[in-house]
């Protein structure tokens, strides 16, 4: 699918290691803001100040808004410039605006903080570097890509049979469980109440899994949700001292405790073929035995 959009890079987390995918990347993609691609500091690409400035440069009103900002790649770092974004200025700027403001993995501390400071909705979905310069790229991935940004509405359906049943609305939030977990108690974490939370993480241990989202029970997040979903837990490999207990067990236990769905099987996380969620928008979550459809609106798109 050709689709003629203005793309500007941003990289607030780690710099690109492998020149052979990141020119890979931009030769698929016509994009501005490469000099963000060129920055080393460190393990981070540009200094806290500099990376800060990819995304507050979009508060500007005499420069012209691209059509999607799109994220380098994960990492850490997100959480360094949290407090230096112009939250403000992005508000007045993008909150009613067509741009899509794309990626995952650390991109979730941006997406949250915007969510509780500035009300901005973004997407968790595809990266410059994964997903654009992955050696095959994804029919899959980039199908949905485009179809998220361009259309008022969405429609996720799987047919992997859950074991709880579910009827729900609320606002669709969430991403890497890891980086959500640790802004719990900062001013950056979303008050959502009554939300359906997704989330997905990548080499993670399912004890570990299972102590970040005690976490969030304990803090009470989870309370106030009307539903969990799980995208892509990989990367975890099972020892003999686990002695039975695995990623089936764990959601069991949580399960038992939070009182409220857990639903399986999202098309989403550090996976080659992933969907493009909108985040901060309007959700209907209906789950029984024969899978899942969860359908998206009002959240910016392209046209």
């Given at each position: 699918m050709t689709v003629h959009r203005t793309v500007e890079l941003i990289a607030p987390f780690d710099y690109p290691h492998n020149p052979e995918v990141l020119q890979r990347a931009l030769r698929r993609l016509h994009v501005q803001g490469v000099e963000s691609t060129k920055r080393r500091y460190q393990r981070f690409a540009g200094t806290d100040?500099?990376?800060?400035?990819?995304?507050?440069?979009?508060?500007?009103?005499?420069?012209?808004?691209?059509?999607?900002?799109?994220?380098?790649?994960?990492?850490?770092?997100?959480?360094?410039?949290?407090?230096?974004?112009?939250?403000?200025?992005?508000?007045?700027?993008?909150?009613?605006?067509?741009?899509?403001?794309?990626?995952?993995?650390?991109?979730?501390?941006?997406r949250l903080a915007l969510l509780a400071r500035a009300g901005v909705k973004t997407f968790g979905g595809p990266m410059l570097m994964s997903d654009f310069g992955a050696e095959n790229i994804s029919e899959f991935t980039m199908q949905h890509f485009w179809s998220a940004l361009t259309k008022p509405t969405m429609t996720v359906t799987s047919s992997v049979p859950q074991a709880q049943s579910a009827d729900v609305s609320g606002m669709l939030w969430g991403g890497n469980l890891a980086v959500l977990s640790a802004l719990?108690?900062?001013?950056?974490?979303?008050?959502?109440?009554?939300?359906?939370?997704?989330?997905?993480?990548?080499?993670?241990?399912?004890?570990?899994?299972?102590r970040m989202l005690y976490q969030l029970h304990l803090s009470g997040i989870l309370s106030q949700q009307q539903a969990v979903i799980f995208g892509d837990f990989s990367g975890s490999k099972a020892f003999d001292y686990d002695n039975g207990y695995d990623l089936h067990t764990m959601i069991e236990q949580i399960r038992s405790v939070i009182r409220i769905p857990v639903i399986t099987g999202l098309q989403f996380g550090h996976v080659p073929n992933m969907l493009t969620l909108p985040v901060g928008t309007d959700?209907?979550?209906?789950?029984?035995?024969?899978?899942?459809?969860?359908?998206?609106?009002?959240?910016?798109?392209?046209?």
């Open positions: 100040s500099e990376r800060a400035a990819d995304l507050n440069r979009l508060a500007d009103p005499s420069r012209d808004l691209p059509d999607i900002v799109l994220a380098v790649r994960g990492g850490y770092g997100a959480v360094r410039i949290l407090h230096s974004l112009d939250y403000e200025g992005l508000q007045r700027r993008l909150s009613d605006q067509p741009v899509a403001l794309v990626g995952h993995s650390d991109f979730t501390a941006v719990i108690g900062t001013p950056y974490m979303p008050p959502v109440q009554g939300g359906i939370l997704f989330l997905e993480d990548v080499n993670e241990q399912s004890f570990r899994i299972e959700a209907h979550l209906v789950a029984n035995t024969h899978g899942f459809k969860l359908t998206l609106s009002n959240y910016p798109y392209l046209g």
